[in-house]
């Protein structure tokens, strides 16, 4: 099977790539879908880079946008992975990052998927964001994937609207289309906040995060999404599916933190500051969504996902923990 990979340098686009390597000789998707299958991999890049295995074909199309040309790159390909995108960042610099966002996520994706049913594309897999279901759940109550979507920022409303443009699609025009909504995706060469939180346990700073124990948040290992998303290029019941995914199992701020140090052998050096003290400094400093993050709650239901896929995650928190930190460490060494 040929498949196209967007996003192919990025960080879940280089690791399925390394998966798909290896899958049609190892059968290693835990749905047992793929057991038999081997792939054809075309790596979709803004240009060619040396980060990919020599091995694997690579198509320079530019930026993202309505008017990338991916002919060449979707010539013969049965099935594409759509992991580019803009992502959410936390100090965004564009004048209207409403627009900057749907530029890329929403007419980017929606162009490259039009081209992809023209050139006979069976099933188009979409990798979008827990964000188009919200920003946070209460305990025990976590988000499903029959729940109304209710995206609050901007990268969430594009991730949605992508969504919906791509089922409209998928009507119009007869190819599959499969969307994974994952939270929080940490691994070797994570980046952005979970790549800071490793520094400060690896360095022993105190942290006065050690009374948030009452939250609960949803993550999903690398390795546990690409194993999803691998699922999806081929099985049956994933055509014109949304899916959540996670590890199943869910962390406290101060048991993740926790549990980090211990993958990273360096103990977390948590302080007691109570959780209203948190969020009235952070009321104060203009930070509040800083302290929903670290205090609050978003949980994913995968129960959906787990039935329908008959799927598991193959790795477990601690397994996953243990990657990355070993990244991390690893990276700081050299």
Known sequence: MRVLVTGATGFVGSELIRRLMTTGSSGVSSAGAMSMASFEIVAGVRQQSR?????????????????TDWSEALRGTRAVVHCA????????????????????????????????AAAGVRRFVFVSSIKVNGEATAVGR??????????????????????????????DSGMEVAIVRPPLVYGRGVGANFRAMMGAVARRLPLPLGRIEHNRRSMVALGNLVDLLVTCISHPAAANRIFLVSDDEDLSTSQLLRRLGQAMGRPARLLPVPVSWLELGAAVLGRRSVAQRLCGSLQVDISDTKQRLGWAPPLSVEEGLKRAAEGYLNEASV
């Open 51 to 67: 980060r990919l295995p020599a091995s694997i074909e690579q198509r320079a199309v530019g930026d993202l946008s309505s008017g």
């Open 142 to 171: 976590p988000f499903r994937v029959d729940d109304a979507p209710a995206p609050q920022d901007a990268y969430g409303i594009s991730k949605h609207e992508a969504e919906a443009g791509l089922r409209q699609l998928a009507i």
């Open 85 to 116: 995108a803009r992502v959410h960042v936390m100090q965004d610099t564009a004048e209207d990052p409403l627009s900057a966002f749907r530029s890329v996520n929403v007419e980017g994706t929606l162009n490259l998927a039009r081209q992809a």
